[in-house]
């Protein structure tokens, strides 16, 4: 809990995983990998989910064409493919 001793509720952060996650990405410069950005999510929500809920999400925006992948060796670096997408 933060010092404020506010705490996200983590059926909260789940149902709004999709946008919580184009912000984190749109965020990042790098290290936007699925672990990266389950670490921003412990960190900034407190919240610590399953790479079970946050890769299909992840997926989900790639294939909705808001996110872009890069495969990489051993993981996939995401990026914001269409900003102006992202507020229609």
């Known amino acids: 809990m933060g010092e ?3 705490q996200f509720d983590e059926a909260t ?3 709004e995983l ?3 996650l184009l912000l984190l990405v749109a965020h990042r410069e790098q290290d936007t990998h699925g672990k990266g950005l389950m670490g921003d ?3 900034v929500f407190d919240t610590r989910l399953s790479p079970g809920t946050v890769y299909p999400r ?3 925006l790639e294939e909705a064409g808001l996110l ?3 495969e990489l060796v051993r993981t996939k670096e995401y ?3 269409d900003m102006e997408g992202l507020y229609r």
Do not use: P, T, W, Y
């Open 13 to 15: 952060v789940k149902s």
């Open 58 to 60: 992840l997926h989900d």
């Open 41 to 43: 999510l412990a960190a």
């Open 68 to 70: 872009q992948a890069q």
């Open 18 to 20: 999709e946008e919580i």
């Open 79 to 81: 990026r914001i493919d």
């Open 4 to 6: 404020s001793g506010f």
